[in-house]
């Protein structure tokens, strides 16, 4: 099915460590995004690709980096996790024009959890 | 800057019972318009949208929203709710733009709990 695909689903990390989240779309959209969800703060953008080859910071950005492997992908990486890292992380995708819906696609989310 | 008010975090609502989640939004240009639904453990999944044209959009499962631009309003309505709605509910704008990125601004959220 066509869509956002993310991985994993779920992971704990121990403070310290390193891991990087995987993102991937196959809607053939320019723009792709990360955002993380935490309870009663809504989604915060933590950055966002606005097309193949540029990266921009949103409004959370300090403790990750990220790349935009290709048009398809965009990780987010994780260099030491500390616990205030722990949330449930989107990836989303988007597109303009004809055969878009203006609207984004998400990722069906990763879990973690920084111990 | 644009911005996104929800004044509900949490709404009850008795199963058949009509609701309205309320979304307010500032914003100096004109917008696309957009309501996303979660339910629990999974991603945001687009309800419905507002990009122009009638100013009354409505979703397949029954959900519908009025754009008022003169209040600056988007609020989402259904007039008898189902066990199966219970998630959460994200308003949200983007900017016109004539190509490129433009990007969305996220509400809070409101969580509707349908009660039997």
């Known amino acids: 099915n066509a869509g956002v695909t993310q991985t994993p689903k779920f992971q704990v990390l121990k403070t310290g460590q390193s891991m990087t989240l995987q993102c991937a779309q196959d809607?053939?959209?320019?723009?792709m995004y990360w955002y993380r969800q935490d309870p009663g703060m809504g989604l915060r953008l933590i950055y966002y690709?606005?097309?193949?080859?540029?990266?921009d910071k949103g409004e959370v950005p300090n403790g990750y980096n990220v790349s935009r492997l290709n048009k398809r992908e965009f990780s987010l990486r994780l260099e030491s996790a500390a616990p205030s890292q722990t949330s449930v992380y989107f990836c989303?995708?988007?597109?303009?024009?004809?055969?878009?819906?203006?609207?984004?696609?998400f990722g069906s989310g990763t879990r973690l959890t920084v111990v | 800057a644009q911005s996104v008010t929800q004044l509900d975090s949490q709404v009850p609502v008795f199963e058949e019972a009509p609701v309205e989640l309320r979304c307010n939004y500032s914003?100096?240009?004109?917008?696309?318009l957009f309501w996303y639904v979660q339910y629990p453990n999974q991603g945001l999944q687009l309800l419905l949208k507002?990009?122009?044209?009638s100013t009354l959009v409505e979703s397949i499962n029954g959900f519908e929203a009025e754009f008022n631009k003169s209040q600056t309003s988007f609020h989402l309505r259904k007039p008898s709710v189902h066990i199966s709605d219970t998630a959460e509910y994200f308003c949200?704008?983007?900017?016109w733009g004539s190509g490129g990125y433009q990007k969305v601004t996220f509400g809070i959220g409101t969580k509707l709990q349908v009660i039997p």
């Open positions: 949200a704008v983007r900017e």
């Open positions: 507002y990009l122009s044209g």
């Open positions: 989303a995708s988007s597109g303009l024009g004809q055969g878009t819906n203006y609207g984004y696609t």
């Open positions: 914003s100096s240009v004109s917008v696309y």
């Open positions: 809607m053939n959209h320019n723009s």
């Open positions: 690709s606005a097309s193949e080859g540029t990266t």
